[in-house]
């Protein structure tokens, strides 16, 4: 084995306006990002090459959540299309984040304006006792919320 795999440091998640989006995570979650970064010029080209982004000029932020982050990028150039993929799409990704309580903090998302597919559903079989529910963040990307027995 050449490494050793130790966890899962980030997801990533391109948006459209990541003032916007930094300002939804910290009103649904109470998060605030550790790291903000923005390159107003282009990226070294070794990273343009190894993102698959000519060009790439961006911003990105880092927020902490439990052991994980997530991080955020927002293209300046090039403009990238609209998310305008279904879950079941190939590629289509969401993020899921453990909460303690699935229905506390669904009520709370939905009295800050979150939109969600459905309420918190509990599921039964291998999975019985954990509840999730689906939202969507403000370009319209999954973030699901879950929580174990």
Not at 129 to 145: C, K, T
Request: glycine share 10%; aromatic share 8%.
């Amino acid at each position: 084995m050449s490494g050793r795999t130790m966890g899962i440091h980030h997801t990533g998640i391109t948006v459209r306006n990541i003032e916007r989006s930094l300002a939804w995570w910290k009103e649904m979650f109470d998060v605030e990002p550790d790291t903000i970064i923005a390159t107003g010029e282009p990226l070294p080209e070794a990273i343009q090459t190894s993102i698959g982004v000519p060009g790439a000029a961006l911003t990105y932020a880092f927020i902490k959540i439990g052991d994980g982050m997530v991080e955020l990028l927002e293209y300046h150039d090039p403009i990238g299309r609209d998310f305008d993929r279904s879950n079941s799409d190939v590629g289509a990704a969401h993020v899921c984040i453990r909460v303690a309580d699935v229905v506390a903090q669904y009520e709370h998302m939905v009295a800050k304006g979150a939109k969600f597919r459905h309420p918190p559903i509990v599921l039964d079989g291998e999975l019985e006792g954990n509840a999730f529910a689906y939202a969507q963040d403000p370009d319209g990307l999954s973030v699901e919320i879950w929580q174990e027995p």
